[in-house]
């Protein structure tokens, strides 16, 4: 395919002066609007990724646009130095969202687990009695946690890892849903399991029924912490709160982003109970955005949306029907493999109508945007708010490009 010139010229502007670390598709957005987007040449596309589960509410959501542009005129940062008057209110009302005591707000996902990795360390010494250094976390092989210098430590994708040593050790790697390497692996230095109850990165993995039970009785059993990470799982997307409740399952330790900042500001916490939270004391942990007035409004907005349960009945509703329509074409064989669950699905093409990234690329040919993920797979994830019949239509393209 080739580009016409106006997003030519912007493509070609963009790589002379970025850094080559991503490879989008030739798409330049300019506008949004609930599931659809308008690129510079005034193409519009339904976008069947929102931003990895950060855009779950979509583009420009009313409530959430109007909750920031009513936080910008008032005030928008004081640095934690000083109190300001949301902080409290997003607080409560996440900590009760997530049936918990307390949380340490933070900006990207990634500060959200580097957050979680000192709350277990620190706990693990304080509360637990481990010897000092020596705490231990268990974490799953194909995660993706972020990509700090220690979460790629604990990384098993060559691409996000290589390079980048030397790594941070205390981690150990287990097969993902393999409750018996789990039960292995952890020893009385392990203070915590990290786990995503749904691997995204990974194609959208859902691990065996029962596996996330057995987490949490091993992890009680053993005195060690539950950590889900649930940046991407969560906040609706497989049709509850959280993924874990798929499972009847309540981690110690949430840690939330994407969504959370309503694709408006990057928003992300730790949530627990104050006995494994309370254990930091002032100066042992911060971020100078973390909680910022801005964030908060937004992540209000985005919490008391999230109470209503309408968007979580939206992703069931449509979930299934997504799921129902991937499964006929499952039984055609064009597609090897569907896994998901709630309205966020990793579909595995079979390899003969071209890697993930060129399925992607005729999808966007078709006004559909996606991401591949590792070889053949895509992902598909639309807003929570797109409508029937545009997930229809799109779902006409994917079949349109498969020749089904
Ligand atoms: C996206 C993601 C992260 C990292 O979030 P950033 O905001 O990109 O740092 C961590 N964990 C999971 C499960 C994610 O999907």
Redesign the pocket.
Request: aromatic share 8%.
């Given at each position: 395919m080739t580009p016409d010139r106006a997003t030519q010229d912007y493509i070609g502007a963009s790589d002379a002066h970025s850094a080559h670390n991503y490879h989008p598709l030739p798409v330049v957005v300019a506008t949004g609007d609930g599931a659809w987007l308008t690129d510079v040449d005034g193409r519009r596309y339904l976008d069947m990724l929102a931003g990895?589960?950060a855009l779950n509410f979509g583009h420009g959501n009313r409530r959430l646009v109007d909750a920031a542009r009513a936080q910008l005129e008032r005030v928008t940062l004081t640095s934690r130095a000083f109190h300001h008057d949301r902080f409290a209110d997003f607080c409560t009302q996440l900590a009760e969202l997530c049936g918990k005591d307390m949380v340490l707000p933070m900006n990207?996902?990634?500060?959200a687990?580097e957050t979680a990795v000192k709350t277990a360390r620190k706990w693990g010494y304080r509360v637990k009695g481990v010897s000092d250094g020596r705490a231990r976390i268990v974490v799953a092989s194909d995660n993706?946690?972020?990509?700090t210098t220690t979460i790629v430590s604990f990384s098993t994708d060559p691409e996000a890892r290589a390079d980048f040593g030397p790594y941070t050790p205390g981690f150990d790697i287990v097969p993902y849903g393999d409750l018996d390497a789990l039960r292995a692996a952890v020893t009385d230095e392990t203070v915590a399991v990290l786990l995503?109850p749904i691997q995204?990165?990974a194609g959208v993995l859902v691990p065996p029924a029962g596996y996330l039970p057995g987490v949490r009785e091993l992890t009680r059993e053993r005195g060690v912490l539950f950590i889900a990470?649930e940046?991407?799982?969560g906040l609706g997307r497989t049709g509850r709160t959280f993924a874990c409740e798929h499972e009847g399952v309540v981690p110690d330790v949430y840690?939330l982003?994407?969504a959370l900042g309503g694709g408006v500001v990057?928003v992300?916490a730790v949530v627990a109970d104050r006995d494994v939270l309370g254990v930091f004391r002032p100066g042992e942990h911060g971020s100078t955005f973390g909680g910022n007035p801005l964030a908060c409004a937004v992540g209000l907005e985005v919490i008391a949306m999230l109470r209503g349960g309408e968007y979580q009945r939206r992703a069931t509703e449509l979930g299934e029907h997504l799921h129902a329509e991937l499964g006929v074409l499952a039984g055609t064989g064009k597609v090897t493999q569907v896994r998901g669950r709630g309205l966020w699905a990793g579909v595995d093409i079979d390899p003969s109508y071209g890697t993930g990234r060129e399925i992607s690329e005729k999808l966007m040919a078709r006004g559909v945007l996606v991401k591949d993920t590792h070889g053949s797979t895509i992902r598909i994830a639309p807003p929570l708010v797109i409508g029937k019949e545009d997930l229809d239509w799109g779902l006409d393209q994917l079949r349109a490009v498969l020749g089904a």
């Open positions: 990895y589960s990207t996902g990634a500060e687990v993706f946690h972020g990509r995503e995204g990165e990470d940046i991407q799982s840690v982003g994407k990057p992300s």
